[in-house]
């Protein structure tokens, strides 16, 4: 069973950064496309952005507008999604999510094909 184990959540002040870890219990990490889903109380989950499994393609959310970036460390089974210029309406659950794929340059963007999902870490931006 691959568990994903999310941290680096918390309370922060607008306009300061935050970097999310996901840390992947699998010796086939490498095979995985991965992902950052966030979900918003009283809202649906939503993809942040994806990583394919060679790291040379991804994919953001428009919301995004260029303040995050997802990235992977094969050595470490992580994937990382380091936000800036954080608004109070990316508070929010974050959600990291693996995909099992052979297709090296593959981004997946809809959450019913991720196999594996993390317990989520909070990010709270208060204004």
């Known amino acids: 069973q691959v568990q994903l184990v999310e941290s680096g959540g918390g309370l922060v002040q607008a306009g300061t950064s935050l970097r999310l870890s996901c840390a992947v219990s699998?010796?086939?990490?490498?095979?995985?496309?991965m992902a950052w889903f966030r979900q918003a109380p009283g809202k649906e989950r939503e993809l942040v952005a994806a990583?394919?499994?060679?790291?040379?393609?991804?994919n953001y959310a428009d919301f995004v507008e260029g303040r995050f970036t997802i990235s992977r460390d094969d050595a470490k089974n992580t994937v990382y999604l380091q936000m800036a210029s954080l608004k109070p309406e990316d508070t929010a659950v974050y959600y990291c999510?693996?995909?099992?794929?052979?297709?090296?340059?593959?981004?997946?963007?809809?959450?019913?094909?991720?196999?594996?999902w993390g317990q989520g870490t909070q990010v709270t931006v208060s204004s």
């Open positions: 699998s010796r086939a990490f490498g095979n995985y496309a």
């Open positions: 990583i394919s499994r060679s790291g040379g393609h991804v």
């Open positions: 999510a693996a995909d099992f794929t052979v297709v090296p340059g593959r981004v997946p963007v809809n959450s019913d094909v991720f196999d594996y």
